[in-house]
């Protein structure tokens, strides 16, 4: 059973526009919520996390917003650039010795 | 954040052959490493957890005879794909936790590319 799930599964966005990924969890006891960056034939990369005691947290042009009553965090890009095309993973953690439990990816194509 | 190394990048394979992964922890001690495959176009799927210096911990499925994980020092840990066939054909990444950030923090390596003929 998925316990996180991600949506979209691609996404294309112009060159600066605002590239938007949604993940929902359901697992009451996630306490830990990263993003991570893949691009092809590389492993992936922590961009971003987030803890459910914060709403929201900004890196540069990516911020994660959360709702801990929703069940709901997602990843947003800002000024969206041709390199950030690449597919993004959300995940969480918490309930069992540092696992990360994965979304199942979003491909993005940001258009030049 | 931590740095990872995996060797090799890419290996092929005949059938019936076994094959080492090594995953490195370059700049931290890791307690605890993860060993993950994934399928084209999909998510990571968590094979097993090792921590080191004891048996690792496999997920439902993984058959732990066949993919052998020894976690030997802070700063290695290898995983063999023992007797492999074309279904074994993926890619293997590991990751470590426990790398001087928040506990729950994992760091990726490159990952393994496998193609068994």
């Known amino acids: 059973q998925q316990q996180v799930k991600q949506s979209p599964q691609s996404l294309i966005v112009q060159k600066g526009g605002i590239s938007i990924i949604n993940c929902a969890y359901e697992?009451?006891?996630?306490?830990?919520f990263p993003w991570y960056q893949q691009f092809p034939g590389k492993g992936p990369a922590l961009l971003i996390a987030?803890?459910?005691?914060?709403s929201e947290k900004k890196e540069g042009r990516f911020t994660i917003s959360f709702n801990k009553s929703a069940k709901q965090f997602s990843l947003h890009i800002m000024d969206s650039q041709p390199g950030d095309s690449a597919t993004y993973f959300c995940?969480?953690?918490?309930?069992?010795?540092?696992?990360?439990?994965f979304g199942g990816g979003t491909r993005l194509m940001v258009k030049p | 954040g931590a740095v990872v190394s995996q060797h090799p990048s890419r290996v092929i394979c005949k059938s019936g052959t076994s094959v080492k992964i090594e995953c490195r922890s370059l700049?931290?001690?890791?307690?605890?490493m993860f060993w993950y495959r994934q399928f084209p176009k999909q998510s990571l799927m968590l094979m097993a957890t090792?921590?080191?210096?004891?048996?690792?911990?496999?997920e439902q499925g993984v058959e732990k005879d066949k993919f052998l994980i020894n976690h030997a020092s802070l700063t290695l840990s290898t995983l063999t794909v023992t007797s492999a066939h074309p279904e074994d054909s993926s890619f293997y990444i590991c990751?470590?936790?426990?790398?001087?950030?928040?506990?729950?923090?994992?760091?990726f390596g490159p990952g393994t590319r496998l193609t068994v003929l």
């Open positions: 990751s470590i936790s426990g790398a001087g950030g928040p506990a729950d923090t994992q760091y």
């Open positions: 090792s921590n080191e210096g004891s048996k690792a911990t496999y």
């Open positions: 697992n009451t006891a996630f306490d830990y």
């Open positions: 987030i803890r459910p005691d914060v």
């Open positions: 995940a969480a953690s918490g309930d069992a010795g540092n696992m990360l439990t």
């Open positions: 700049d931290f001690q890791a307690t605890t």
